[in-house]
């Protein structure tokens, strides 16, 4: 059974800060290439952050140099750390092992359950 476990979302202030895990199970952890993306109501889903499984990182513009993106391969977890939030940033934030990447659209793979950010005061 494959399963992406996602959590650490909630409400924040702008330029608060939020730490996202998606923990896998039933995969070989390492061997995936790993990603974060989010969907606000209305929108498509947008890729936010990729990790490869040789440790390659690309970021959507709109986040550069606010959140982080990393592995841990001991803990089958991907991370994101958001900081500098803001309220453009909310939305249901999605954690994808093994899609492929079309412009900023991921397809296929595995996906988890998805976990909120809300940005407001």
């Known amino acids: 059974q494959v399963q992406l476990a996602e959590s650490g979302g909630g409400l924040v202030q702008p330029g608060g800060s939020l730490k996202l895990s998606c923990a896998a199970s039933g995969i070989t952890f390492s061997i995936y290439d790993m990603a974060w993306t989010r969907q606000a109501p209305g929108n498509q889903r947008e890729i936010v952050a990729i990790i490869g499984r040789g440790g390659r990182i690309s970021y959507l513009d709109a986040v550069k140099g606010r959140f982080t993106i990393s592995r841990d391969g001991a803990k089958n977890t991907v991370y994101l750390q958001m900081n500098s939030l803001k309220p453009e940033d909310t939305a249901l934030y999605y954690c994808?092992?093994?899609?492929?990447?079309?412009?900023?659209?991921?397809?296929?793979?595995?996906w988890g359950q998805g976990t909120q950010v809300t940005v407001s005061s």
């Open positions: 994808n092992a093994g899609g492929q990447v079309y412009g900023n659209t991921l397809l296929g793979g595995y």
